[in-house]
Nanobody, 112 residues
């Protein structure tokens, strides 16, 4: 499975961004898909997950501000609202299909 994340950029605190992950195969055939992020000097953390059935879970740090969803069969989005400087990180999309797959990350920078 090949994954490509896009939509990152520079935004002021309180602003919004929408990330898109495009997959090379249907996301519905995958066991799980998620968004992770990694800030400088920190470990990679999972911020949101969506199952093939559409069940979503979020980390406490983004709950109520971020929304994960699927667009077409091969796209997954992360709508990020009320962004904070601490959301600054490289964001990665992830899928599991017998093995873990990672997309190339997209940089999100939130200025104060």
């Amino acid at each position: 499975v090949q994954l490509q994340a896009s939509g990152g950029g520079l935004v002021q605190a309180g602003g919004s961004l929408r990330l898109t992950c495009t997959a090379s195969k249907s996301l519905y055939s995958l066991v799980g898909t998620a968004w992770y992020r990694q800030a400088p000097g920190k470990e990679r953390e999972k911020v949101a997950e969506i199952t093939p059935e559409g069940t979503t879970t979020y980390s406490d740090s983004v709950k109520g501000r971020f929304t994960i969803s699927r667009g077409s069969a091969t796209t997954m989005t992360l709508q990020m609202n009320s962004l904070k400087p601490e959301d600054t990180a490289v964001y990665f999309c992830y899928a599991f299909a017998g093995a873990p797959y990672w997309g190339r990350g997209t940089q999100v920078t939130v200025s104060s």
